[in-house]
Every structure is written in C-alpha cells, then in structure tokens.
C-alpha cells in the first residue's frame, strides 16, 4: 500500500477547503446531515481516520490500525508529511482524513480517500522565524545603528523596541532590515529588541541585544584615536620612540593626529605646543585657488567659529587620563617649563571624580629668588609639592562675562614679557565648547627672581584656576577653599550661588570679581553674600565701564599682593591629599604600586642622616675600594710607577693587590639599604618604575640643600682664596655629598664584580647572578644606565657588559643601535639639548654635579627602522668637559681626554655643543675633541661630527657668521696638524682628513633657551624649533650612513675594546677592537681565497701551457705554427693578458668587498691600500715568474726537438731494413724457426745501427755557467764583492753547513751583547741565512725532480730570491761578506745539482741509448709481422701502457697539488695568517717542550714540518685523494672513449691514433718514443684495434686506481710537481717578519703590508734575552714593555738606551700593541712558568724569576687567553 502524502502544493486551495467540504463546516440547522458513525472529536493537532463502509453493520466499526507519520528525515518537510495505517477488519469503501490545526483550535479539513494512503494539503503553522545576526554599530553618546538578516517568508515590517531600566524607552518600525536609533542618553545601557511582523499577521518571537551608548568622554577619546589607551596607558617608551610623526612636519589632518601633535612639541618642550589645528586636505585649497572670487555678502556675517574645532583643554585632559604616572608626570614636567598650567584636579567626567595630581607634579623643581636673598644672590631651589607657599585660586559662579584666565595671565605677565599661562577664549580653540575638560582645576606658579622692578609679586605664590561653574562642581570649590589663602569668585549674577557661597565654611579669604553693569537682583544678592560672609569693598572687585582692562589687572595684582604679603594659610601640596580624601577626592598616588614603592624607597632613605656616613656603611664597595681598583688597573696598563722592577713582576705584584680589594669587597655584608634596593627592583611591573622615582627625588630631596651649601663654599673661596688644598677638598665633599640612584646601581654593579671574581659555584655567585637582568630591564623600560663612574673615572666593565648582554637577550633578534653623543664644556645645556630633542629626562638641574656618563635607550617605530637600520638609538650623555669642580684635580685634562676618546668612540654621531658664552674655552675642548676623532680615524672609525652653537638668535646667524666658521675650521686644521704631531700620525693635515666635516652643514646655530627671563620665563619657541630641525638632520645623517648599525654585543665589544685603550696613555697603539679584529680576519679569508682562485686559475694556464710547448711539433699539436719562438710570443702575450685580467677581478672583488655595508668592512678601510698593493705585486712576481718558465720551457724544447728528429730518422732507416729483412725471409722456401730468425734480426740490427751516425750529446758546464751568472749578480757591489769571489771555486762551496764568519766588529758586538741576543748581529745573520738556504733548497729539489735540462733561469730565480729575502731583513745589516759567501754557498750546493740533471737528462735522452733500449721490441714486433700475427690486443695495451698511461699518471701528478692545496685552504686553521697561528700555538699546548724550543728556535722550519703533517693527517684516510684523481683519470678517459667512438666509423688507425693524441694534447704529454715504437712495424687490424683499445683503457683504469690506492700519501707528495706544504707555507708564513724583542712572527694579511704586528706576543726569553748580570732569562714581555717607562738597545740605537715607549721611532714598520686586556698573555707565562728550567738549559742561561701569579695560570686560563688574543669564539 503506498504511503498517502499530505502536500501544500497551492495553499490558497488548501485555505479555501471548506466550500469543497461543506457538510463538515455547517452549523447545526435543519439541513445539517446525520452526523459520522464515530463520535469522537480529536484534539486540536490530533489526525484521526473514520472507515466508511457501504454495508450497514450494527456492531461497532473497527479504526484503521497502527496510524504513523512517516520518519521526519525522509519524508516531512516544510509544508508536507505522510502517514500511514494498516486496515481495519471488514469491507473497506473509503478512509476519511482529518487535520486540525493547533494555533486555531477546532479548525478541522476532512479529505476523502479510497485506499489506505492519503495526500493532505498542509497549512505550516510552525513558530514564525525572528530576524537573525542582529548587530550594533556607530554607537555614540545620543545614538546607534542595528543591521540584521532577514528571516525566511514575506515580511510586511519590523518593530525595534528600545528598553532601559525595564521600561521602554521607544518603539519604531521599519521596513528595511537597519535602523538608527537617535535620542538617547549617553552612558546609558539599553536592551534591543527586533521582531518581525509578516504579511499573513503573524509575529515572530524578538531577538534581542544590549548595547551601552558612549558618554560624552568615551566619544571624546574616541574622536581622538584614544579610546585603547584609557585602559591600556600610555607609557613613556611608547610617546618617546622615533616614529614618522616625530621626524616629518605634516600638519595634522584628522582629530586622531591632535593628541600626538600636542605630545611631539611638548616633549621638545615647545611653547606652542597647545596651538593645536586640524588641516584636511580639502581645506587646503582656498577660494582664490578654486576660482571663486564672488563677492559672498552672507558668508561675511556667517559663522567664522568651526563646529568641529577641539578645545585644547580637552585634548590635555583626555592624555592625562589616557597616561601613566610616568607619562603624567614627564607632561606636567614639560608644561610647567613651557609655562603652561598643570592639571592639579584632573576631572573624570564619565565618573563624575576628580584626581589630586600629586605625583604628577612631584617631579617640577623650581628655583627662584626672594627679595630677601637678592643681596646675596642666593636662591632657593625645591620641590613644588614640598614648597610651602600660598594657593590663590580662581574660580567662576555662573557665567561670567569677563574672562578669568585671559585676566590671570595678564596679572601673571609683565607687559614685556606676556604669556598665555591659562587657556583662554581669545586663544586659538579656547572658544570651542569644552567636552571633558569642566572641573578640571588648573595651577601655576608666580616666582621671584629677586628683582624688585621686574617682579610683579615679591614672594612665590601658587594659582589655581577652576574650569566650569563652581555651582556644578561643589566638591572642587570646597577642596579649593580648605586649600587656598584666597579664593576670587568671578560670575555676573550673583542669585544663582549665593547660597553655594555663603555656606561653603574655609579660612580663605573671599573675593568677589563682577562687572558694575550688573542687574539690581544680582546686586541684592552679591550684597546678601557680602553681609553673610563679613566682605568689605576691598574683597569686592567690580569692573566699571569706565576701568580699562590694565587699570582693572592693576588692581587685581595689587589685590592678590596684598593676600601674599599676609597669607593666612601656607601649605604643601603634598599635604593636600589629606583633604582630598575627605572630600572623596582620589590621589594619584594612591595606587597600590606607588604606595609600596614609597614604602621601600621611605624605608632606605628615613635611615640617612648624613649622607657621607651612610655612603660609607651602607654602599662600602664603591668608595675608597673602587678608587683604588680603578687605579690599580690603569697602574695595570700604564705601568708608569714600575721603576727599576721587573715589569711582569710589577705586573704581577698589581694583580695580587687587585685579588686582595676584590676579596676584602667579598668580605662585606650585603648592607641592609642595598637588600631593600634590590629587593625593590627586583618586584615586578609598575611597581619598581615606581620605587626608582621615588628614590630619586628623596635623595634628590637630601642632597639638594647640601650641595647648596657646599657651591656657596665653593664660590666664596674660589673668589677669595686661591689655596688649591682647600679647593680640592670642598671638591671631595661635593663628590661625597653627591648622593642618587646611580651610586645604588654602582654599588650593585660594584657587588656584582666582586661575586665575579669568586669561583664559578659559590653560593654567593650564583645568588647574584640575576643583577645584571634587573638592569638591563630597567634600562629597557627607559631608565639611564651609568657607562663611566665619574667619582672613580672608570667603567666598571664586567658589570656593564653583563648588562649589556642580559638587554641583547632580551631584545634579540631586534638589537641593531645607533649612538648619539655630547660633547661639551660644562653648563653649556649639553643635557637639555638631549632632552628637548629626545624627550628624554637628564640630570639637569637636580642639585648635584653629574659625572661620567649615561647611556638611554630609545625605541625606533618599525616605520623608521628601514630609514636607520636599527632598532634602538642609544643616546649618551657626558658630564662636561673643563669641569670647575674638576679643574683642582692634577689629572683633569687626563680625565676630560679619557671621556671624549670614549664617548666619540662609541658613537655614530658627535654632537659638539658650544655656547658663544664659553668661546674662550671653545679653543681647550676643540684639541680634546679633535685627538678624539684623530684616534677613532685611525682605528677605522669615522664617526659623523655637528657643531652646535647656543644662544644664537639671529635668524641670519648662519650667514653671518661665515667668518666664524671659516675661523673655526682653521683652528681645526691647526689643532689636527698639533694632534697628528703628537700621536705620531702626521698624514693628517686637515680636520676634512680626519672626518667628514663640511662648515656649511656641520655646524648649527640655535637661540637661547628661555623667552625672557627665569624663573618665569618659557621656553623659547625658536630653540625648540632649531632643536628639532636639528635632530631631523641627526636622523637625516644617520639614515645615509654606508655602514650598517652595530648590534649591542659588537657595541660591548667596541666599548671594552676602547676603554682598555684609553686606559693606556698612547691610544694608537694601544688601540684593539674585537670587531676590527674580526673584519680584519674576514678581510684576510676573503683575500685569500680570492688570491688562491687567481693563482689556481694561473697555475692550471701555465700546466697547460707547459703541455702544449712540450706536444709542440708532434701529432698532439692543435696549433698551425711550426717555429718555436713565434710559438712562445703567442704564449707569453696569452699568459700576459690571462693575468691582466685575473687582477682586474682581483681587485674588483676588493673594491666590491668595501663597498658593501654589513661586517664593519669601514673599519678596515685603511688597511685597503695594503692589500691592493698585495694583488699588484702578486701579479708582477706571477707575470715574472710565468714569463721565465715559459722561455725555459721553450729552450729546452728546442733541443728536443733535434733529438726527436734524430731519433725520428734512426727509427725510420731501421724499419725500412727491418721490413726488407721479413721480405727476405719470407722468400725463403724453408720455414724459419724462431732462433733463426733471432739470428738474423741480430746480423741486421747490428749492421744497420752501426751505419747510423750517434753524434754524442755534451753536457753543459753548469758550475761555469752558474759561476758566471753568480759574478754578474754581484758586480754591482763593488771590487771587494769580485774578489771574495774568486777567492773560492764555486765547486768547492756549499760542501759543508753554512756558518757565517763575522768580521771583527760582528765578532765584538757578538761578545757584547750576549745578555741580549735579539742584538746579536751574528746570531740574527746565521739566523737569516738558515731560512734562506731552506728555502733556496726546497726550490732546487723542485727543479731537479722535474727531470728537465737545467736553463739559466733556474740559477737567475734563485739569486733573484736570495736578493728578495735580504731586502725584507734590512734590519739585520747585510754585509758584502756575508752576502757573497751566502750566495756561493747556496750557489755551490744548487750547481752541483743542476750539472747532475743536466747529465742525468742528456743519458736519458741519448738518441743511441733510446735506440738499443727498445731493440727487444722491434725484435717481438719483426716475428709478429712476420708470422701474421694478429697484433691488435697487444699494441693496443702496448699503446696504453707506453702513451696513455704513463702520461694519464702525470697529469694527475700535476693536477693533484692544486687540489689538495685548494682541500686545506678550506680549513679554518689554514684560511689566514691569524688563524693559522692560533691553530699552531694551540697545538703546541698538547706537545711536549722540544715542540716548544723547535718553533721558538727554527721557526719557519717547524712550521713547514707542520704543515706538511697537517696534510698528511688530513688525507691519511686516502679518500679525498682517491676523489681528485679518479676526477682526473674520469677526465682524460671520457676524452679518450669518445674519440674511439668517432674512429670506428672512419676505421683509420693512423687517424685514431693522431686524434687521440689532439683531443688530450691540451692535458697530456704523451712520449714520443713510446708513441714512435709503438707506431713501427704496427700491422694491426684497423678494424679490431678501436675494440682492443677500448678494453685496455678500462683496464689502465682499474691499473691506476689500484696503483694509486697502493701507494702512500707520502709518495703521492714526492711525486707531485707543485708541492702543496710549500705552497701553503708561502701564503700562511707571509712576510715572514718577527717581533724585534720576542720574536713572535707578523700576522698581517697580504704581502705587502706596511705595518707588522702580532697578536701574542710573548716573553723576551724566548727570543733568546737574559739579565745582565744574572745571567738570567728576561721574562719581560714586550707588549707590556713598550706601555712602560723601560728602556733598550741594540744596534739600531748604536748601543744606546732608547724607551720601550718609543719603539716605533727605532722600528717604525711594527706595531705592538699591549694586551687586550691583563689576561691575554696568559698562554705565554704559562708556558714560560712550565718550561722555565727547560729553555734556561737550551739557551745557556739560568732560570727566569717567574711572578707567583703565572705558576697558578692553569691550562685552560691558557687556552681562553689565547682565544682573547686571537679573538676566536
């Protein structure tokens, strides 16, 4: 039975059912039919079905059975269902269905239906759907906007009910599917309701939402772009960094921009900064732009005010309530130095409260003078909150058609010098409506400066000014009233608050302030109030018409004058906070984290009676124990009270007294005020920001009147006495009177050092390893960290790095900086500078004298981070130079001279600031400045330089001063030339020499800071102006800078680095950086492996050249020339220009390599001529050297070319009786056995060869030859040279081991100079010669295992070496004696040699020794031929074996080296000089003593042993050598198989054969003679052969392979033609100079540098030195020696004593610098210490007296010093 559906498909029809149906719609009546056989009526909902049968049957009929409505997932849906029944019992004529409809209960439709399923019309009557998605939007103070979706089916409207506090407030319909709702209140939450009224009358259930309308500030803050900082504040860091807005003068353009525009001129305290404008963009075109120029009559009289113009009072207050306490406070700083009004009473309009601004005024310091301390001169200097001076405040009652605050500025201003301290209508948005602003109470302050026509009021005074109408904020005017000495009502009627004025109970006087013009009602009133309050005329100031407005401030001022001179209360603001609590008032500094910090700051400074007491008991480390380390350690680098000791044991001796204050430091208690500091910075968040302010201005607070007090002193006996003594010690009680924040955090960094020195796992290290941390996170958040003690004159290093660290850690990746510095003499507003340009907060006035200098930390905004390439500016402030109260100490120019190389040093940019004021001590800071920037020019640094010049106000002041300019450069010029003389660097002439500087851009003139005059003078527009031009250009020079940015750990490194620098008097030479040691060391890599790719490249040309002039003339010549010398030209001009061109890339690599900005590549820009000149004089020596073995190479081809054209004949003639004979033979009828044809081949061999004409090869007189060369080398120098010649046969020299024999004054000094062998000129003579006949050896050796003829160049390069190294040991005076004997002896040795190879090479090639040598292989070639013999397999391997082979084997000979050279030039310890030495002087560590004395004593020698045993460790494995050659046998195979490949087709043997030999003649040098023998009587198969040929090539492979694996690596190095340990001792042995004193070898990178240094250089007994007297070794070190006041001789001083210090005046080609630092010569006294008995006994001289401090040195203290040295990490 099929299922019935009940479908809706046409609902009209389906809603009409009833005409269709009407019997069952009918009301009862008497046409109504009998009723159904059933009954019962079903429920609304319910379906029931009633059986109607044809047949009438009394029993009761039976219901259809089981009635379901099919599964909902299948066959419901919206507008159907189906059901479902089994049939009832009987017959069946129809089923009746009826629906009924829930929501109109007894609707009923009956359909009719003949089977058991059934299709219904539906009518849905499911829940309507309500709208969806409703969302609220542009919510404002009064409105807000809904959107939402609609729902499904047709809708007719919406209803939008708007409900609050459960009424409803309004109800709107609409059409559409978004409505405004308009008219509400602001602040005000409302419920939303959304419901849908559809077309067939039904109502859908409302959706609902809640929303809250903005109030007033809310709006406000929004309009402003603030809304996000009302909870989240904004911090200092956030309104400091250096964003676009800060460096680009783009008006503002939309309110947003406002708050910031404000907070940007503010910051550089601008006086206009509340001069605040909106420009769009399309109101900056004008009617005359447009073309409008109609009269518009109406216009003129319209409105000029702009709607949406925001007053200024508002913007102020809504970033004070968008701020932090810090923010507040930096604000209400800045304003009052502007002369602004500061908020005192901060209204919060939403929560209708107001806020004491207590803190943020707490950091306003003023100083004024009193009438009464004119004579005197003296002033008062105090904190504003803690000044008691009397409020008068200012307030308005109703409207008030007067304008208070125009009138208060006018009482408070001079005719002269007029100031709008107040806001008022007539300023520009003073007249728009304020929005958040009412209720907020505004203060300044009147004060003196002790001038009795000039002051308006004698004594200070307080004014406070209430914005609104008193009437409306209550509780203000009564805080005002119970806090002010007098209270000035202003208001034109008097009715609306009298009652407010007359009940208000305060012991301020009142006064009342009105215009006469008022009505009669409100003079009754005023009157009222006047009688209540027990007023007199004079509390009562009316304004008649006929009073001007100066008569009537006159008489106001002289009002107020009257209340000041006789105020009846006096109290500190600070003390207000008590009454605002009563009134219900908060204070700002009622925060949770400002009253704990003030707790922990209290408990520190309540304990200080005396200051100098409590520096002593509670910061113990920094005193006297500080003083005396950082005495120590300069005495450390300078050595300049050594005396008569010896220099390592004074060194020693330092350093045991270090150890013993650092231990007496470790032996104090951490002191209970430096527990509860560092407890309190340790806290977290706000709360320790908190803690160091309020430790700042209590100490502030301390040492302000002591300091005082001790300047009076100062002053009157500066004046009065000139007793240096006591100047000196009123100096010693301003620098113990001096107490701050900083000398916490120098005691903390003091601990710190201290906990450093102890061992690794002390408790007490470890407890104290998190300081560091602390700091670097304060310094984060803002706060100055102390780079130089100024009371000690020392950087605390350790501790300072550490820090520096723990920020890089913290900051990390993003930790690029760049560095501003001043520079200035005292009081020349160097400070200010920094903090008007940066907004930053220096010292500048706080009371004490600022020493050292401090470093802050500024964000960069990402926007500005592409234009600087960093990400924190780092700005440094100094104390001043020629400081007054340093000018008593002896070494204060010492001290201003340490500070300027430092901080010039560190920074990227130097701001030299002069005031016209100082100009005679302009001249004395000009020489410091310009030794400063002379020094960081020659370490490679070029910092940028402006000159500032203040209090200049003419705006043609930089042209007028021209003159000046030009003067002031030639003072440069003057002092530099001074400079340069002094530090010895007399190549810089001018200041442009020194630094870019140019007089037109460097130097900037800037006006005086105050507009009039202080106290109550603001500051001058113009100077913040020019300030921020100013540092526009900073940032502008900063941005163009080549360079890249340091990141911090290259800052630490640069500032530790000059630090021990300056700690040494002579800075140039004491000068060493890690960071230009490191792109020292990259510069020399890169060097390297740009000069190995040149010298490859070359080497590889001249192997291939060698190739070709050896195939030349021979089937494997490609070229078409057949004479030798044009062969040679063509070569020699290809060779020329191949190096022309490999040193035009050389040299574009490095000027490429500085051009690029990463690496510090300027820090080694000097060292760039240097290593220019290396590639020059590369290329020379290689185009020489490349020139002579290409005409060696060509001579002795020539010669071999007659001998292969003999040879070539002799084989030809005996062929041809060779093949006659088989002939013969042949015809013969017999067959011949073997021994018969032996037999005749013998008889034919020997007739034949006998007739061959052998011309016998001489061999060259070589010893004559050389002789002859030898005397031509010598002619020049003279007869005497000539006759030491032939006093002795060349043959006999050279026989036995040179040994030089002095001359009579060699022989005398030799004996003179035992003590000191380093001026023994006999030894340092045998010394030389030694190296050089090594050297001249190992070339010979090369030559000889050549196996070539000898040419004379051999001999020409060996003298023309000998010459090179006498030239580069001109410190040891050559004499011609010396010289001669040398050169015979060498020459001697190398003649004998080269006459045994010329020998050895005419035996080997002898035409008839050739001949005979292969007679058994003509004879085996005779019988083949003869037989028939199918020789293809056997001259095929013959061919492989004899050409192929042999030549593949020297190919790969001459190939190897390179590679294996190119292999070890990979490794670290090999890629420079540096890193060489380092990786030989580590090694040496693991080694025994003989290691020792072999490199102290034969030092080339030991490291070319070295190098090769370096090698051989680094292939021993075989596989990488087993590489390169099976990649040049691969090579040559490829070659070879594919020319196979081609001759099968052509099937020529003679053709294969030449084309092989083509195809390799650019690789291989394949013999004639074997080629000739293999080519007689070859008879082989033309076609087979290729096959043969190929399978013997396989098998040569596997042959070589397996010969290559059996040999050694030793073997394999004997056997290669370019030696690789030789190739890489003359790259890493450079120029081969030593120390003059210790005899370490120079490490500088090229070959042709100008300047020799070392970076370990070690004790003088190692060069062989002992004590006179004693007899014992010198265990002085020279890098100590030349900073000490020691002195030497030898002969370069003729034997005279010369200082240490002077050096470079006897040896001006090498620099020796001291130590990086006291341990870095560590390595050295360790091995000294160790060795001490051992190098005694080798050197013949007793014991060295080694300091106790070495025997400690352990073995890895060591190592790390070695590191230290070499800079490796």
Not at 1271 to 1285: D, F, I, P, T, Y
């Amino acid at each position: 039975m099929a299922e019935p559906t009940v479908n809706n498909s046409n609902e009209k029809e389906f809603c009409d059912a009833s005409n269709r149906f009407p019997d069952l719609y009918c009301g009862e009546g008497e046409d109504t039919p009998p009723p159904p056989q059933s009954e019962y009526v079903p429920p609304p909902g319910e379906v029931t079905v009633l059986s109607a049968d044809q047949e009438t049957d009394d029993s009761e009929p039976c219901p259809p059975e089981q009635l379901t409505v099919s599964q909902v997932s299948t066959m419901v849906s919206t507008d159907s269902l189906s059901l479902h029944w089994n049939p009832p019992a009987g017959e069946v004529e129809s089923y009746i269905v009826a629906c009924c409809i829930i929501p109109p209960p007894g609707e009923v439709r009956v359909l009719s239906a003949d089977q058991e399923t059934v299709s219904l019309p539906f009518i849905d009557y499911s829940e309507p759907c309500p709208p969806e998605q409703l969302t609220v939007s542009q919510v404002s103070t009064d409105s807000l906007s809904l959107d939402w979706n609609p729902p499904a089916g047709e809708v007719e409207s919406y209803i939008v009910t708007c409900c609050s506090e459960g009424g409803i407030v309004q109800e709107l319909r609409t059409e559409t599917n978004n409505l405004t709702v308009t008219n509400l209140m602001p602040g005000t939450c409302y419920s939303l309701q959304v419901s849908v009224q559809f077309r067939n009358g039904r109502r859908s259930e409302p959706t609902v939402t809640s929303a809250r309308t903005k109030t007033h500030q809310e709006s406000f803050l929004e309009d402003l772009g603030l809304e996000q900082h009302y909870t989240k504040k904004l911090s200092l860091s956030t309104i400091l960094q250096i964003d676009k807005k800060t460096i680009t003068d783009a008006p503002a353009r939309s309110n947003s921009d406002l708050p910031w525009s404000f907070l940007k001129k503010l910051m550089m305290v601008n006086a206009t900064a509340r001069n605040l404008k909106c420009t769009p963009v399309s109101d900056s075109t004008c009617d005359a732009t447009s073309g409008n120029t109609k009269l518009d009559f109406k216009a003129l009289f319209g409105s000029q005010h702009s709607p949406d113009r925001l007053n200024p009072l508002d913007i102020i207050t809504a970033l004070f309530l968008c701020s932090d306490g810090f923010v507040q406070q930096e604000m209400a700083l800045k304003m009052s130095m502007c002369q602004f009004s500061v908020p005192l009473l901060l209204p919060n309009c939403d929560k209708n409260q107001s806020t004491l601004m207590l803190w943020a005024m707490r950091d306003i310091i003023k100083k004024y003078r009193t009438q009464s301390l004119s004579e005197s001169k003296g002033f008062i200097e105090d904190s504003i909150v803690l000044s008691e001076i009397p409020m008068i405040s200012f307030v308005r009652l109703g409207k008030c058609s007067l304008s208070k605050s125009e009138i208060l500025n006018k009482i408070l201003s001079n005719s002269q010098e007029y100031h709008d301290t107040f806001v008022h209508r007539d300023m520009e948005g003073g007249d728009s409506p304020r929005r958040i602003s009412d209720g907020l109470t505004e203060l300044t302050w009147y004060l003196p400066r002790g001038d009795e026509d000039g002051d308006i009021f004698g004594e200070p005074v307080a004014v406070a000014n209430l914005r609104g109408d008193i009437a409306l904020f209550e509780t203000q005017f009564s805080f005002l009233c119970q806090t002010s000495a007098a209270v000035f009502v202003f208001s034109d009627n008097w009715d609306s608050g009298s009652n407010l004025l007359t009940n208000q109970h305060s012991n301020a006087q009142l006064f009342l302030v009105g215009n006469q013009t008022i009505g009669r009602s409100p003079q009754n009133a005023l009157q009222k109030v006047a009688e209540n309050k027990g007023l007199t005329n004079s509390n009562i100031l009316l304004k008649a018409t006929n009073i001007n407005d100066a008569d009537f401030v006159k008489r106001l001022r002289e009002t107020v004058g009257n209340v000041i001179e006789n105020p009846k209360l006096k109290m500190q603001i600070e003390k207000m906070a008590d009454i605002a609590h009563e009134l219900g008032i908060k204070v700002d500094e009622d925060s949770q984290e400002c009253q704990k910090a003030k707790v922990h700051a209290d408990a520190i400074t309540k304990e200080i009676k005396d200051i100098f007491d409590f520096k002593k008991t509670q910061l113990p480390l920094q005193g006297e124990l500080w003083k005396k380390l950082a005495h120590l350690e300069k005495e450390e680098f300078r050595l300049k009270k050594v005396g008569t000791e010896v220099v390592e044991q004074y060194k020693s001796d330092l350093k045991d007294q270090r150890t013993k204050l650092r231990e007496k430091q470790n032996s104090y208690a951490i002191s209970n005020a430096m527990a509860c500091f560092i407890n309190a910075i340790s806290k977290e968040g706000m709360e320790r920001c908190y803690f160091l302010k309020w430790m700042r201005m209590n100490l502030d607070n301390l040492s302000r009147k002591k300091l005082s007090d001790l300047r009076e002193q100062y002053k009157e006996k500066s004046q009065k006495s000139k007793n240096k003594e006591e100047m000196k010690e009123i100096d010693k009680q301003l620098s113990n009177s001096s107490l701050g924040t900083e000398h916490f955090f120098r005691e903390m960094g003091q601990i710190y050092e201290a906990s450093v020195s102890l061992p690794q796992k002390h408790p007490s290290r470890r407890q104290l390893q998190h300081l560091p941390k602390l700091c670097a996170e304060l310094l984060l958040n803002g706060f100055p960290l102390e780079l130089v003690d100024g009371d000690a004159s020392n950087i605390p290093l350790r501790w300072v790095s550490d820090v520096l660290s723990q920020l890089n850690d913290l900051v990390s990746p993003k930790n690029k900086i760049l560095v501003v510095t001043v520079l200035g003499v005292q009081s020349t507003g160097k400070s200010t500078l920094l903090n008007t340009m940066f907004g930053v907060q220096f010292a500048v006035s706080s009371g004490r004298c600022t020493r050292g200098a401090f470093m802050l930390l500024i964000k960069i905004n990402e926007d500005v981070k592409k234009v600087l390439n960093c990400d924190f500016m780092v700005i440094i402030d100094t104390e001043g130079l020629k400081s007054q109260e340093l000018a008593q100490l002896d070494n204060s120019y010492e001290h201003d001279n340490e500070l300027a190389t430092l901080v010039v040093g560190l920074s990227d940019i130097t701001i030299i600031n002069i005031s016209m004021e100082n100009s005679s001590e302009m001249k004395d800071i000009l020489q410091i400045v310009v030794h400063a920037f002379l020094r960081m020019k020659e370490v490679g640094k070029k910092p940028k330089c402006q000159f500032v010049h203040q209090n200049v106000s003419d705006i043609s002041a930089h042209d007028k001063n021209l003159r000046d300019r030009k003067m002031l450069l030639q003072q440069l010029n003057e002092m530099t030339k001074a400079a340069a003389k002094m530090e010895k660097k007399e190549g810089n002439k001018s200041f442009t020499d020194v630094m870019e500087y140019s007089p037109d851009t460097g130097n900037w003139y800037i006006p005086g800071l105050w507009k009039g005059n202080p106290p109550m003078a603001p500051v001058n527009a113009g100077y913040s102006g020019a300030v921020y031009e100013f540092k526009k250009e900073i940032i502008h020079i900063l941005g163009s800078c080549e360079s890249t940015a340091n990141n911090i750990l290259e800052f630490t490194e640069w500032m530790k680095s000059l630090w021990n620098a300056v700690k040494h008097e002579n800075f140039i030479f004491s000068f060493r950086n890690s960071l230009v040691a490191d792109a020292y060391m990259r510069l020399c890599t890169e060097f390297n492996t740009w000069e190995w790719e040149f010298k490859k490249e070359i080497y590889q040309w001249v192997t291939n050249a060698g190739t070709k002039i050896s195939n030349f003339g021979t089937i494997a010549d490609e070229s078409k020339i057949t004479d030798i010398d044009t062969f040679l030209t063509d070569l020699k001009d290809e060779a020329c220009t191949v190096l022309s061109k490999w040193k035009t890339t050389l040299l574009a690599k490095l000027a490429q390599y500085f051009k690029q900005t990463y690496g510090h590549v300027h820090l080694v820009e000097e060292y760039k001529a240097h290593f220019k000149n290396s590639a020059e004089s590369l290329h020379q020596e290689m185009e020489t050297s490349i020139l002579n073995q290409l005409k060696a190479a060509a001579d002795i081809k020539k010669g071999m070319i007659v001998l292969d054209k003999i040879k070539k004949n002799h084989s030809k003639e005996l062929e041809d009786k060779v093949c006659g004979l088989i002939d013969k033979c042949r015809l013969g009828k017999a067959k011949m056995t073997d021994e018969e044809l032996d037999t005749e081949f013998d008889n034919t061999w020997k007739i034949t060869v006998d007739k061959l004409a052998f011309s016998k090869q001489k061999a060259k007189n070589v010893i004559a030859n050389v002789a002859t060369h030898l005397r031509e080398n010598v002619s020049h120098k003279g007869s005497q040279a000539c006759e030491l010649l032939s006093k002795k046969e060349l043959n006999d020299c050279g026989l036995e081991p040179f040994k030089y024999k002095a001359g009579l004054v060699d022989t005398i000094t030799h004996h003179i100079s035992r003590i000191m062998p380093f001026n023994d000129p006999v030894m340092a003579k045998q010394k030389i010669a030694d190296s050089i006949i090594t050297n001249c050896k190992q070339l010979v050796t090369e030559k000889v295992q050549k196996k070539n003829n000898y040419h004379e160049n051999y001999i020409q390069e060996i003298l023309h070496r000998i010459d090179e190294r006498l030239k580069d040991n001109q410190d040891v005076k050559a004499d011609i004696h010396f010289e001669v004997s040398l050169k015979q002896h060498i020459c001697g040795n190398a003649a004998r040699q080269f006459q045994k190879m010329n020998e050895d090479f005419i035996e080997e090639n002898d035409p008839f020794r050739c001949l005979n040598q292969n007679k058994e292989k003509w004879r085996a070639d005779f019988k083949d031929v003869f037989h028939n013999r199918d020789q293809c397999q056997k001259k095929a391997e013959e061919f492989t074996n004899s050409c192929l082979k042999p030549a593949v084997e020297d190919f790969v000979n001459r190939s190897l080296g390179l590679d294996i050279i190119g292999e070890m030039l990979k490794k670290r310890d090999f890629s420079s000089r540096m890193f060489f030495q380092y990786s030989v002087l580590k090694d040496l560590l693991s080694k025994d003593f003989k290691n020792y004395l072999s490199y102290v004593g034969s030092y080339e020698k030991y490291v070319n042993e070295l190098i090769l045993k370096q090698i051989e460790k680094h292939f021993s494995d075989g596989s990488k050598v087993s590489e390169f050659e099976d990649k040049h046998v691969q090579s040559c195979i490829r070659i070879i198989n594919d020319v196979i490949e081609k001759a099968k087709k052509s099937g020529n043997l003679m053709t294969l054969v030449q084309d092989i030999c083509k195809e390799l003649g650019n690789k291989l040098i394949i013999s004639q003679d074997a080629l000739g023998a293999f080519m007689i009587l070859n008879r082989a198969n033309q076609e087979q052969f290729p096959h043969w040929l190929t399978v013997s090539v396989k098998e040569m492979e596997k042959n070589l392979k397996d010969k290559f694996k059996e040999t050694t690596f030793k073997t394999k190095l004997k056997n290669l033609h370019r030696k690789p340990e030789n190739e890489l001792f003359t790259t890493l042995i450079g120029c081969g100079k030593q120390c003059p004193f210790c005899k370490a070898p120079c490490e500088a990178g090229g070959k042709k540098h100008i300047e020799h240094w070392t970076s370990a250089h070690r004790p003088e007994a190692l060069g062989g030195c002992r004590w006179d007297e004693t007899n014992k070794l010198g265990i002085d070190i020279c890098s100590s020696l030349v900073i000490s006041d020691k002195e030497f001789r030898c002969s370069k001083t003729k034997n005279e004593w010369h200082p240490y210090k002077r050096y470079i005046d006897i040896f001006p080609d090498w620099n020796i610098a001291p130590d990086v630092s006291l341990e870095a010569s560590d390595y050295w006294k360790y091995v000294m210490a160790k060795f001490n008995n051992k190098f005694a006994k080798a050197f013949g001289a007793k014991p060295g007296d080694i300091p106790d401090t070495w025997k400690y040195i352990t073995l890895e203290q060591a190592d790390a010093s070695l590191k230290e040295a070499f800079n490796i990490r």
